[in-house]
């Protein structure tokens, strides 16, 4: 169930579900959904549609790792798509089961990390736990399938081709490598690759087209190509104009591009779609900062202080705006404030750095 107020965010594009329709259905539980992550997502989907990107990509599987780990160390609630389904009541929760996520490791050796990246794309009845005896089932094969060599990615991409995963329990599958694909799955005698359409294809044309251009401006962003992302976030944003993340993210590439009266443009864009996008605060204050604007810089990032109080870096950047401008009792104080939020990093030393000087500077004042 989805608590009003729950701030959803999507990485990686739906396979099964349109993102128009299903911000649709999470409004009206008047909650929001999002592309991306920010400091104010409390759960984040994982789109199957990632496994193809990764598939081509350099980095493989090990970017949708690396991002999973982030998301779970950062205290989100993870889940697939069918779990968001379910979320929302457009799929049907599978039969009531009984095992636990321990469990099906001990039964089927299957490894606790494939377990977790495997249920988060898919690959088994439920999504978490409890799990169902044809959990265990699959998890056996999938176990005997990493045994053998595959990776877990290769298998969520190949079981998904086939329709219902739970249909998969009575069918041998096998390891492609042995007719040259070792990126598939096989049935049986290894006669039939695994293949077909994705479920729940109810997508237009223009979600299509949209979720392709989100994904190529995220792509292009990562490469440092900054005005060929901030052209393609313009074109996500003609035909979703209410996408605050891809007006921040627009105006990040403006930046990087070094188009600061557009970056800035588009910084208030973010904002003025969601006033609550504390990093767009933030990073409208860094901008105003850099082109000398003070006062500005200074309310901006208040604005974010008062926003999100966990917030650590608008407190720090603050507190050197205020040393800069000579306001050194109110740097300390905001230095002071920041070693609560933040004592163990290089940003903390530099803190306990800056009040050190000012408790030296007005020492020496004071005498």
């Known amino acids: 169930m989805i608590v009003p107020g729950a701030v959803l965010g999507v990485v990686g594009a739906l396979a099964a579900f349109p993102l128009r329709l299903a911000a649709r259905e999470v409004e009206r539980r008047h909650a929001e959904l999002r592309r991306g992550v920010t400091r104010r997502t409390t759960h984040v989907v994982f789109g199957r549609a990632l496994l193809a990107k990764a598939a081509t ?7 949708i790792e690396r991002r999973v780990k982030a998301e779970r160390e950062a205290g989100r609630t993870l889940t697939s798509e069918n779990g968001f389904l ?3 009541g457009l799929m049907k929760a599978p039969e009531a089961s009984s095992l636990s996520r321990q469990s099906l490791i001990d039964q089927s050796r299957l490894a606790g990390d494939d377990l977790d990246l495997l249920s988060l794309f898919d ?8 799990y169902s005896f044809r959990d265990l089932i699959l998890a056996r094969k999938y176990a005997g399938l990493i045994a053998s060599g595959a990776s877990w990615g290769a298998i969520a991409r190949s079981v998904h081709r086939s329709g219902p995963v739970a249909s998969l329990t009575a069918k041998s599958l096998n390891l492609g490598s042995q007719h040259g694909r070792p990126d598939a799955i096989y049935l049986d005698d290894g006669t039939s690759e695994l293949d077909g359409q994705l479920l729940f294809d109810l997508g237009s044309s223009e979600d299509d087209t949209l979720e392709e251009l989100f994904a190529e401006a995220e792509a292009a962003e990562e490469e440092g190509r900054h005005d060929d992302a901030a052209a393609l976030y313009q074109r996500c944003l003609a035909i979703d104009p209410g996408d605050a993340i891809a007006a921040f993210n627009r ?3 403006l930046r990087g591009a070094g188009r600061v009266a557009e970056a800035a443009h588009d910084y208030a864009r973010a904002i003025k779609l969601d006033p609550g996008f504390v990093e767009a605060w933030f990073n409208l204050a860094g901008l105003m900062s850099d082109e000398g604007k003070v ?8 604005k974010a202080i008062a926003l999100d109080k966990a917030y650590a870096d608008p407190v720090f950047n603050l507190a050197r705006l205020e040393f800069d401008a000579g306001n050194l009792a109110e740097a300390r104080g905001l230095w002071a404030r920041y070693l609560e939020l933040d ?15 000012v408790d030296l500077h007005m020492a020496r004042t004071a005498g």
Not at 57 to 63: I, K, Q
């Open 251 to 253: 105006a990040n590439c």
């Open 86 to 88: 379910r979320l929302l």
């Open 343 to 357: 004592a163990e990093s290089e940003w903390a030393r530099l803190a306990q750095k800056g009040i050190q000087f």
């Open 57 to 63: 990509s350099r980095t493989g599987d090990a970017e």
């Open 123 to 130: 690959a088994f009845e439920h999504d978490a736990e409890p």
């Open 295 to 302: 006062a500005s810089a200074r309310r901006h990032l208040q």
